[in-house]
């Protein structure tokens, strides 16, 4: 997927990025559109389009990476909190088909950190909070 996938050219080299670590599953780098002070991308070195398409071992490495970059982040930038963020499918505003996790320093101070997510949560409908819940139980059993 490397002469179509943006993602891969990064991992392979042939697109620049800011790399911020890299393991033999992983790569971490800068987000060139960044939402707040220290944004950056952890992505699989093996093309996976999304969450439903990525293999467990694969999607492990990368929480763990993103983990593990997250922590640095919030250490080295002073944020007071992180988020990890993913988007499947376009309706979810992904933009890039290669599985990624974004990792989001958050930061009280708003001149560093310019995220905001459209959802608000409000309290839903407890009958079909516990009516979805248990068709996915059922599903997944």
Same mark, same amino acid.
């Given at each position: ?59 492990? /490495? ?10 640095? /982040?919030?250490?080295?930038?002073? /944020? #007071? ?9 376009? #309706? ?20 560093? #950190? ?12 407890? #009958? ?14």
């Amino acid at each position: 997927m490397g002469d179509q996938c943006l993602f891969c050219g990064i991992v392979a080299g042939d697109v620049p990025s800011v790399k911020v670590a890299e393991d033999a599953t992983t790569f971490a780098f800068m987000d060139i559109n960044p939402a707040s002070d220290g944004h950056l991308l952890v992505v699989p070195k093996r093309h996976s389009k999304d969450l439903f398409e990525i293999p467990a071992d694969d999607l492990a /490495a990368v929480t763990l990476t993103a983990q593990r970059v997250a922590k640095a /982040a919030a250490r080295e930038f002073g /944020a #007071d909190g992180v988020n990890l963020l993913n988007c499947c499918g376009a #309706d979810a505003w992904q933009s890039v088909f290669h599985f990624h996790l974004h990792v989001i320093p958050r930061y009280t101070d708003k001149s560093k #950190d310019g995220l905001t997510l459209p959802w608000a949560p409000v309290p839903g409908d407890v #009958d079909t909070i516990t009516e979805l819940g248990g068709r996915l139980e059922k599903a997944l059993n």
